[in-house]
């Protein structure tokens, strides 16, 4: 039987091999450079630099929440007029919701899925580098708006019509609307890029009941914004076009509907959530058992309800409209979807309650970012509990009630966790660990800032303060609640700005981590700190949930996980592509060399968007012709990617 | 009142005007329905015996909804604080468990980076996840039968309206129309909404330009105006007094200061406002004032309406009877000279933003027409 390179089998090494090791990072390595820079498919940089970009926006969308604390934190202030402080919320929330919390997310699992999976790197390296540049483009756009002082202004759900052309006369929403839809190109991509890796890209061994919970987190969620976001990308169309070539899908003056935007918006935006807080509540769920020193109770269960959130995640999207007028009949099913809702969603908290219980925890700070996410992770759910049920919401929604719940979901869900996973991963990352003395300081300033900060929104919300408002009448409760809420997110600030110079210290002279600095179980601390280009020297075989643990655990397959034996493939970038469930190895994956192709795709698709802001028709088609030629050279068959016909090696 | 003067507020409104309260709980004169049972009227008072302190500090905040002054905020009392109980109750046990998880056996402290550290083999703790969900689907179960009941009981009220009122959401302020099947009977207000006490009144919302929410917590939750459709709410207070409403979708620039009140009135003072609000205002009676309804004409009619005058605009709220309202500027400012004053000198200043352009008027021009609006009573 004739058969290619890429079916070849490949050899096995039962030992160390240094000259392999050196082949291997030859063959995998970034250029040095401004050319390795914009070339790289490496998910590690490019995990990387989405972790450094999102909280590049974390900080700026931080920033935006500090000015507007000022602004209110006693009645009738004028520090800011009610055009900055519109333009100021709905740039902190967009920035907050699309431009830290999911690509933060995403940084991570670019990072660690490759390394969690005993992979070489994503299944679609080039267009896992597209995701990233196209995210920095359209941030980019988005901020550039804002600092030209014609941000968006209309909150970030931009309801119609106040963001129809008649209310909203300047180019501010048509840069929102544009770079959204910059933007879900880059999540749509990366959201593909995810599930393809899940399906074909695990080590062999590693079946879908042995990934780690991080994986069934973003999975779930890159699934799901697989279907979510073409609904939003498509709101943002259509009122592009009300808004530029004359169309009247959202005018109600001529036959539109205000309430069709409401539900296309939501029907993204329920989902999304969830999808910024799932892959989150997995690096929880992967975290905690190390540091409690016992595996996670109820993996399956968890697995399952991760899955099962997301599904019901996409029933709910109507109760961000229950004030709009719909019937009883919808706003039944919808409550009751939402109040079910919480079964599944809550299954990990008592998950993480036993593994804690019926385990020692040791005290680093990591240990206490993740399990302070189940107090705030209750505390946001129940308000969001007490929003489900119609009649309450009723009077909650649109109040500072609702400012409480988001922001404890948000915070206590995605960002108290992304802390905690950087103190957990960052040895793996820089190979230096963390200072855990700051980390203390870190953690009690931002919890308990958080609280008093946010703590009394739920005060004011049931005390009827609404929401969006650039300021409030004094004698109407709600003075001191609001300075205490200023004062609380200020000292939530400076926790955050522990955070970073622990990060920037750590960084520069942390102590050495080695490869395993926590005796962690999963594979990527199976290699070293930072990892080698290639991620591992041979391919490791998987045989239990927990590799590194199962000469203590006693519950692997068969001889056990190998790390030091394994497949070698070298010749070339190589990976090994395996079954879906069951990862049985089944064909060689040749990987693509660092390429220009995506930093110039996410230029040129850049540049059509602004010539459609600017109503450059020339510009936007030059930009539609360059991409165009750059797909066709990114697609233009390569033999060393096994695109050719390739002559047949001796079977 | 027809005779011009103005109405004696402490009559009309037994709560001081200026200081806006509503009712307290278990405070009482009478109701519309009288389906109330034995057991309700225990568990009011079990209620009100532990909890009436915290009731009364709410009651305290003009626009607070956790106290209920109508028959339909009442309805949903329950299940607010249902739900606000249950929740706290869930926080403090998940918090005491999980500082037991964290505090029952002595932890570690961090360990030097790659050592081994001992490792639990257990397998069990499945048992947390089935009691917390069994228990948690419980509770949520019970919710959302809870909520339905609710809902179906608030859909409409025990009564059908006698009374139904027209809401325009505008940026940013509210007209209110009176219907009647008889067309000389419609009238126009803003801002303040009058109704009887003790009976529901249906409420027609219509959003003008964009979507805006009506909102009177005191006496039930809000229900949006959006362009393109009529929605329709309903409301009742039990008693005479003011309740503060607010604009609650954000509407634009001023949707901070789109408020609102509700003067629920004894069915004779509101026939006898009702009245007298389908009169012209009397006309000026000197000179002074004829030359302050022509600059009023000039300067303001082609925005502001005045019934009975030449002044028809429909751009900005009716004032007719200007006088007789509490606040100007949609609850923004009190109703008195010198507010008045500021808000006409310089609405922008007021509301920036406000769709209400600074009049080119001179000192003189203002004055006059000021001294005009305060015959509007």
């Known amino acids: ?651 | 009142m027809p005779d011009g003067s103005k109405l004696p507020v402490a009559h009309y409104f037994p709560i001081a005007a200026g200081s806006p309260q509503v009712l307290q709980v278990g405070e009482r004169v009478k109701r519309s329905s009288q389906n109330r049972s034995g057991l309700k009227v225990l568990l009011r008072a079990l209620l009100c015996l532990f909890l009436c302190p915290i009731p009364r500090a709410f009651a305290a905040a003009p626009l607070n909804y956790m106290t209920g002054a109508g028959d339909k905020a009442d309805a949903v009392l329950p299940l607010t604080w249902g739900v606000t109980i249950i929740s706290i109750a869930v926080i403090v046990i998940i918090s005491l468990l999980l500082a037991g998880a964290i505090w029952r056996r002595p932890g570690m402290a961090p360990q030097p980076a790659g050592s081994k550290i001992a490792i639990d083999e257990r397998t069990d703790g499945l048992r947390w996840i089935w009691i917390g969900v069994g228990l948690s689907s419980l509770v949520l179960l019970f919710t959302v039968v809870w909520t339905m009941v609710v809902l179906a009981k608030v859909s409409s009220p025990s009564t059908k309206p006698a009374l139904t009122v027209e809401i325009t959401g505008h940026q940013w302020w509210w007209q209110v129309r009176y219907l009647n099947n008889d067309p000389s009977q419609v009238f126009s207000t803003a801002n303040e909404i009058h109704i009887p006490a003790g009976q529901p009144v249906l409420f027609k919302l219509i959003g003008a330009d964009v979507i805006h929410s009506f909102w009177i917590p005191a006496l039930g939750g809000k229900t949006d105006a959006i362009p393109g459709q009529t929605n329709e709410t309903w409301l009742e207070a039990h008693t005479p007094g003011i309740y503060h409403g607010q604009c609650t979708e954000y509407c634009g620039l001023q949707h901070a200061k789109m408020g609102m009140l509700l003067v629920a009135q004894s069915p004779q003072d509101f026939a006898a406002w009702r009245a007298h609000q389908l009169q012209s205002p009397a006309r000026p009676s000197n000179g002074g004032q004829w030359a302050g309804l022509a600059n009023f004409t000039t300067h303001c009619g082609s925005c502001h309406a005045v019934r009975g005058t030449d002044a028809a605009g429909s751009l900005g709220p009716d004032l007719s009877h200007l006088m007789q309202r509490q606040t100007i500027a949609a609850g923004s400012l009190p109703n008195d000279p010198q507010d008045l004053d500021r808000w006409i000198a310089d609405p922008q200043g007021v509301k920036p933003g406000a769709l209400m352009p600074k009049p080119e008027l001179s000192a003189d021009e203002r004055a006059s027409i000021i001294s005009y609006l305060k015959t509007l009573n």
């Open chain 1, 1 to 651: 039987m004739t058969i290619t390179d890429y079916e070849r089998v490949p050899t096995v090494s039962t030992e160390q091999n240094a000259a392999l090791a050196q082949k291997l990072k030859r063959l995998w390595e970034t250029e040095p450079g401004i050319a390795g820079f914009f070339s790289t498919v490496d998910h590690k940089e490019i995990g990387i630099r989405y972790i450094i970009t999102a909280f590049a926006f974390l900080i700026a969308g931080g920033l935006e929440a500090a000015l507007m604390r000022w602004q209110l934190a006693w009645p009738g202030r004028h520090a800011l007029t009610p055009e900055q402080y519109d333009q100021l919320f709905t740039t902190h929330g967009m920035t907050m919701i699309f431009l830290y919390a999911g690509p933060v997310l995403s940084g991570f699992s670019n990072y660690l899925w490759p390394l969690l999976l005993g992979a070489r790197d994503m299944a679609l390296p080039r267009l896992n580098a597209l995701s990233y540049w196209i995210y920095l483009c359209a941030g980019i756009f988005l901020y550039a708006a804002f600092a030209f002082g014609f941000g968006p202004n209309d909150g970030w759900f931009n309801y119609v019509p106040l963001a129809a052309r008649a209310y909203n006369a300047g180019p501010n929403i048509d840069f929102y609307a544009l770079g959204m839809i910059l933007l879900g190109i880059s999540t749509t991509v990366g959201s593909i890029n995810f599930v393809v890796t899940f399906l074909r890209m695990r080590a062999p061994g590693m079946s879908i009941n042995r990934v780690p919970i991080l994986i069934w987190g973003t999975l779930t969620a890159s699934a799901a914004n697989i279907f979510a976001i073409p609904a939003v990308s498509l709101a943002f169309f259509l009122l592009w076009m009300d808004r530029n070539v004359g169309t009247h899908f959202f005018d109600v003056t001529t036959g539109g509907s205000a309430m069709l935007w409401q539900h296309l918006f939501w029907m993204f935006g329920h989902p999304w959530v969830y999808a910024i807080v799932l892959p989150a509540m997995g690096m929880v769920s992967d975290g905690l058992p190390v540091f409690v020193r016992r595996p996670l109770v109820g993996y399956t269960v968890v697995a399952l309800a991760t899955v099962a959130t997301m599904v019901l995640g996409f029933g709910v999207w109507v109760h961000h409209m229950f004030a709009t007028g719909l019937p009883n009949v919808s706003l039944s099913f919808f409550s009751a979807a939402s109040l079910i809702i919480a079964v599944p969603s809550s299954v990990g908290v008592f998950a993480w309650i036993a593994t804690i219980w019926t385990g020692r925890p040791v005290f680093t700070t990591a240990f206490m970012f993740f399990a302070s996410v189940i107090v705030l992770f209750v505390i946001g759910g129940v308000s969001g509990f007490m929003t489900g049920s119609v009649p309450v919401d009723w009077q909650l929604t649109d109040t500072y009630f609702i400012v409480a719940h988001i922001h404890y979901v948000l915070i206590g869900i995605n960002v108290f966790p992304v802390v905690g996973a950087t103190y957990f991963w960052f040895p793996k990352f820089t190979g230096r660990l963390m200072d855990e003395r700051l980390g203390r300081w870190n953690f009690w300033t931002m919890f308990i800032g958080f609280n008093i900060g946010f703590f009394p929104m739920h005060i004011s919300g049931l005390l009827g303060m609404p929401r969006r408002v650039y300021t409030y009448a004094d004698g109407m409760g709600w003075d001191w609640i609001n300075l205490i809420t200023t004062i609380g997110s200020y000292i939530f600030a400076i926790g955050v700005l522990l955070f970073l110079i622990n990060v920037w210290k750590s960084y520069r002279k942390g102590p050495l981590a080695g490869d395993n600095p926590w005796d962690a179980p999963s594979l990527e601390w199976a290699t070293t700190s930072p990892p080698p280009p290639y991620n591992f020297v041979v391919i490791p075989t998987v045989a239990s949930r927990h590799p590194l643990w199962e000469d203590r655990l006693q519950q692997h397959e068969g001889e056990g996980s190998h790390v030091d034996a394994g497949l070698v493939l070298d010749h070339g970038r190589e990976a090994i592509g395996t079954s879906s469930l069951d990862a049985t190895p089944d064909i060689i994956l040749r990987m693509p060399r660092d390429s220009y192709a995506p930093v110039i795709l996410a230029l040129t698709a850049t540049t059509i968007f602004v010539g459609l802001a600017f109503h450059l028709w020339w510009l936007a088609g030059l930009g539609v012709l360059a991409t165009g030629a750059d797909i066709i050279g990114w697609l233009w068959p390569e033999r060393a990617l096994g695109e050719t016909r390739e002559p047949a090696i001796n079977g």
